[in-house]
């Protein structure tokens, strides 16, 4: 039996183990050796023989079973207890072979250690020695050797197996790498004619590889390329580099898929377009790392004003990413595979999109699906021919949807061959190419309707008759048609009709339009086709309209030379345009828009209402003149005359307020364009004379019908527009939206209420004390006007006062409120403080009001026998800056009759220290935003000091607003400030409740 100090030998390769281990031993008292291996604890043991052995198995050098066997042999160490503590996770055949060859226990390392340690000491107090299962040594070699021998065969097979497995995994790998690089060559194939180049950006680390193609795109030597976004970047034109981006930023976040267009600066200093896709590749946690695409040269598309987008593919360098590049391709252009018989057998999403077919519609199917008739059979053999014989074949091809629309592709149809060189299958890669199909058409039809308007204006200036001008306008119709060889025309003016010579009675199908002067129908213009033909709607008839309004303007010019006098001319001139700048005056205004509604009802095309006047042309006449501003209004009208189109409306409506309609609206973006045009002329400085004069505009836009389907309504919402220009700043437009007609019509309800809130008196003066600091008496108070509505309760001053000053009627209030302060005054004067003082604010608008007559209240103060100094009026740093000889002349009025005067808000506004002292100013307030964070020192507390010793330098009082605290009262006393306002000292009261407050003579200490 040993005792608690009993000496254990811990054999375990593993640190974190063996200190596991020992550490467990120490605290239950035995001593610890240990070794790393079994050959170490061998040599330890015989030279120092421990009382006991714990031992892993799987060791480098000696394994666990080697070390028992060996143990075992030992005639010194046999005896000695051998516990073997293994994590393996054996047969139970291995862990018998440990305790065959000696081992006293086998313990597992996921038992508890309470296991480990019982058993230790159960071994430790046990008397009996350990002995060999088999004493024969020869036999318990034998044993090991057969064991070792079996678990050998069973790893040999293992090895066999997995060999077997890894042969079998190259070949299949091999072969793998053969497909894909097969698939990477026809790939490469297909995307050398499309001129397409691919990028990947590894976001983490910045670097950019670009293949051969995205180096020719760029015209960039590959080598002299820093492979960064950077570099990317500084090719492209500076005006595309904020959208790009942008496009960029919104990818990586998930916002949106890379696709855009820019231009870029190639080094021979051309300018090409570039269409661009791509694909972000993100990791685990969805975090972006790395972007695949693809650029396309798309200069010849824009050069030509045509939208062409392309999807040829170049890629030469296709491994693990190919998958993606396809991706990136998709995005851009219809990719579909067909075997050798020219069945289909695969597309991808962008095809079934623009063919309208889902894909089991078209897997197994020939492309003839899609044959639209357009193209002869010739056309398809050569197509055939060439593909089949192993070339590349492109053209441009036009098909029919599902839907049985016909849409054109830019086709490139590459065959992909085996090993043998026989074709198995063709690629076809389509870039949709139908809106630049088109635009052409379009434009060629444009081209022709230009010219045909162009020649009809200039006979317009020629002295033609009417048969004539028909005529000429006969000639130039039939050529503008989209079938001109089909065209016929016919003219009806009055009881007279002129055709063209292919005419003939009973042809149904026509376009027409209304032949108007004066605002009366006296003809019509009819265009007919000779066969079955469609018309194309809306540009055709557009321009049969078109005609049509000049052949009006024509036959109105005609009838006016011809049937008026000139005396009526110039009266007809002066009835409908403005003198002073030649424009259309109000009368030819709604003429003319009631034409537009017509119009806009015939053809179909909106139009815009666009109402401004120029910002700040009151002080240029002020300032300069009438006459000045006069020549301003002039030079405006020609500068807007050059914002329009010729087919488009402009009046001056009166004063500095114009008018613009823009007609046939085909292009909302027009709108804008002529919105930024105006704004920007009428910006410019005005040369008149020496003078320079600066104004702007502000803009009011209501859209036909969308914003009102009559005149009025329309005026009304473009007005409203033009009022949310100057609310925003002015100098910008705004567009008419429904929030602005509730907005105006909360207005127009607050004004009517405003109106009858005096008569109805919902009107009631408060009053604020103004406290005395060195004494805490009340020596004054702040009259304070609420209005308390009947339905919506008390309304803010500062909602209803802008309003008031806006409509006059602030100068109805202030004498209202006048007359009730002045009563308060009377009756407090004479029950409390015979010296008590009420401030009243005053609205700069009553001081430019030339109706105002400060006389009326001079004599009310006479008749209530009442002092000026009853009184005090306060006022705006701003308005001692107006040089306005009215409000000059009214302040000095204010002094001689003895009403003192206070400036509200002081230091937050402009100020000049001559104008205090020039008109005998007697208190400055200041503006609570300095009391806010009064403290001992604060930058506020510098700033309130230095303006109560001005103040007193000056020999003015000083009033502090917003005291809140003790702290702020107690420092503005410290600084000498005179009196204090705030809800430290009160709220602002009823009159009854100001009534108690001096009754008592209350004190603020």
């Known amino acids: 039996m040993k005792s608690a100090t009993a000496y254990i030998l811990i054999v375990d390769d593993e640190e974190s183990q063996r200190h596991k281990l020992r550490k467990l031993l120490l605290e239950n008292g035995y001593q610890v050796t240990e070794a790393i291996n079994g050959k170490e604890a061998l040599e330890k043991a015989r030279l120092t023989p421990p009382d006991l052995v714990i031992s892993d198995l799987l060791m480098p050098v000696m394994d666990g079973y080697t070390l028992l066997w060996y143990w075992k042999k030992d005639e010194k160490l046999r005896s000695i207890r051998f516990i073997v503590y293994s994590a393996t996770y054996l047969q139970k055949k291995d862990q018998q072979l440990a305790l065959d060859i000696g081992a006293d226990v086998f313990i597992s390392k996921s038992e508890k250690s309470e296991l480990l340690i019982s058993q230790i000491k159960k071994l430790l107090t046990s008397n009996s020695r350990s002995e060999l299962t088999h004493n024969n040594n020869k036999m318990l070699f034998l044993t090991y050797h057969e064991v070792l021998v079996k678990k050998l065969e069973d790893k040999m097979m293992q090895l066999r197996q997995i060999n077997h497995q890894l042969e079998k995994d190259i070949t299949m790998r091999k072969q793998a790498e053969e497909r894909y690089q097969q698939l990477a060559e026809r790939l490469a194939l297909a995307t050398s004619n499309a001129g397409i180049g691919i990028w990947e950006w590894d976001v983490t680390s910045n670097s950019l ?14 080598e002299n390329f820093d492979n960064t976004y950077d570099a990317w970047e500084k090719c492209i034109v500076p005006e595309d580099i904020e959208q790009n981006s942008a496009m960029i930023k919104a990818a990586l976040k998930g916002e949106q898929e890379y696709e855009t267009e820019f231009r870029i600066h190639r080094p021979d200093n051309s300018v090409h377009f570039i269409a661009a896709a791509a694909r972000t590749i993100r990791d685990a946690g969805g975090h972006p790392v790395r972007m695949v695409g693809i650029n396309y040269d798309i200069t010849k598309r824009h050069d030509t004003e045509l939208a062409l987008l392309s999807a040829k593919e170049n890629a030469e360098k296709i491994s693990t990413e190919l998958y993606t590049y396809l991706l990136a391709i998709g995005q851009l252009a219809l990719v579909s595979v067909s075997d050798h018989a020219g069945c289909i057998i695969q597309v991808n999403d962008k ?3 623009i063919t309208g077919y889902r894909k089991n519609e078209l897997l197994g199917k020939n492309y003839r699906i899609l044959n639209s008739g357009t193209h002869p059979d010739s056309f398809f053999t050569e197509m055939w021919t060439a593909i089949t014989h192993g070339s590349t074949w492109q053209q441009e091809v036009c098909n029919r949807n599902k839907r049985g629309r016909l849409y054109w592709v830019n086709s490139t149809i590459v065959p992909l061959k085996d090993r043998t060189g026989k074709i198995t299958r063709f690629i076809s890669v389509n870039v949709d190419i139908t809106a630049q199909k088109q635009k052409e058409v379009a434009l060629k039809e444009r081209l022709k309707e230009t010219h045909c308007l162009y020649a009809i204006r200039h006979d317009m200036l020629k002295q033609l008759s009417t048969k004539e001008f028909c005529q000429k306008i006969i000639g130039h119709i039939i050529p503008a048609m989209q079938f001109p060889e089909l065209t016929a025309v016919a003219i009806q003016l009055a009881d007279k009709k002129l055709t063209s010579e292919n005419y003939r009675e009973g042809l149904s199908h026509r376009l027409h339009a209304e032949i108007m002067t004066n605002n009366e129908i006296c003809g019509e213009l009819q265009v007919f086709y000779t066969e079955n033909k469609p018309f194309q709607i809306p540009d055709e008839q557009n321009l049969i309209n078109a005609i049509a309004n000049d052949l009006q303007v024509w036959l109105e010019r005609k009838q006016i030379d011809e049937a008026k006098e000139k005396s009526e001319a110039l009266i007809w001139q002066q009835a409908n345009f403005d003198a002073l700048t030649g424009l259309p005056n109000r009368r030819m205004f709604q003429n003319r828009l009631e034409q537009g509604i017509k119009k806009t009802k015939r053809s179909g095309l909106p139009f815009a209402l666009m109402i401004f006047d120029l910002d700040h042309f009151k002080q240029v006449n002020d300032t300069y003149g009438h006459g000045t501003g006069d020549i301003l209004l002039q030079d405006a009208a020609k500068r807007l005359n050059s914002c329009v189109r010729e087919t488009d409306f402009i009046a001056r409506l009166g004063g500095d307020e114009f008018i613009v309609i823009l007609y046939e609206l085909e292009n909302p973006k027009i709108v804008e364009r002529v919105a930024h045009k105006i704004l920007a002329k009428l910006a410019e400085p005005f040369q008149i004379n020496n003078e320079v004069a600066y104004v702007s505009s502000s803009i009011g836009i209501a859209l036909y019908p969308e914003n009102g389907n009559d005149m009025d309504t329309l005026l009304r919402n473009a007005d409203q527009a033009m009022y949310a220009s100057k609310k925003r700043g002015r100098n910008c437009f705004s567009y008419f939206t429904p929030s602005m007609q509730k907005s105006a019509q909360a207005r127009w309800r607050l004004i009517d209420d405003l109106h009858n809130a005096l008569s109805n ?5 408060y009053y604020q004390p103004i406290v005395e600091l060195s004494t805490g008496t009340i020596r004054k108070a702040e009259a304070l006007i609420r209005w308390h509505h009947p339905t919506h309760g008390v309304i803010s001053p500062a ?7 806006e409509t006059g009627m602030i100068i109805s209030i202030g004498d209202w409120i006048f007359r009730q302060v002045t009563d308060h005054a009377k009756k407090w004067r004479s029950t409390s403080q015979t010296s008590f003082q009420i401030s009243i604010n005053v609205s700069p608008i009553q001081f430019h009001n030339q109706n105002c007559d400060l006389n009326t209240w001079f004599n009310h103060l006479h008749q209530l026998g009442l002092p000026g100094q009853s009184i005090e009026l ?6 001692l800056l107006d040089t306005n000889t009215n409000v000059t002349h009214q302040l000095l009025l204010l002094r001689d009759a003895g009403i003192q005067v206070s400036i509200d808000d002081f230091g937050t506004g402009y100020s000049s220290l001559s104008y205090l002292k020039k008109f005998d100013i007697d208190y ?18 510098i700033l309130s000091e230095a ?5 007193h330098k000056l020999g003015l009082k000083v009033i502090a607003e917003g005291i809140e605290t003790m702290q702020q009262r107690d420092l503005l006393l410290a600084a000498g400030c005179d009196y204090g306002q705030g809800y430290f000292f009160s709220k602002p009261l009823p009159p009854k409740e100001l009534e108690k407050l001096l009754a008592i003579q209350q004190r603020f200490v």
Request: negative net charge; hydrophobic residues 45%; glycine residues 4%.
């Open 209 to 222: 590889f670009w293949d051969d193609q995205m180096c020719y795109l760029y015209g960039i030597n590959k």
């Open 761 to 765: 008196n919902q009107f009631q003066v």
């Open 351 to 353: 095809f079934c999109e």
């Open 874 to 879: 306060e006022i705006t740093e701003g308005l």
């Open 799 to 805: 909602e209803f006062i802008p309003v008031a000053e």
């Open 947 to 951: 303006i109560i010793v001005m103040a």
């Open 924 to 941: 400055l307030k200041i503006d609570q935003s300095f009391i806010r964070n009064l403290t001992d020192e604060s930058d506020d507390m």
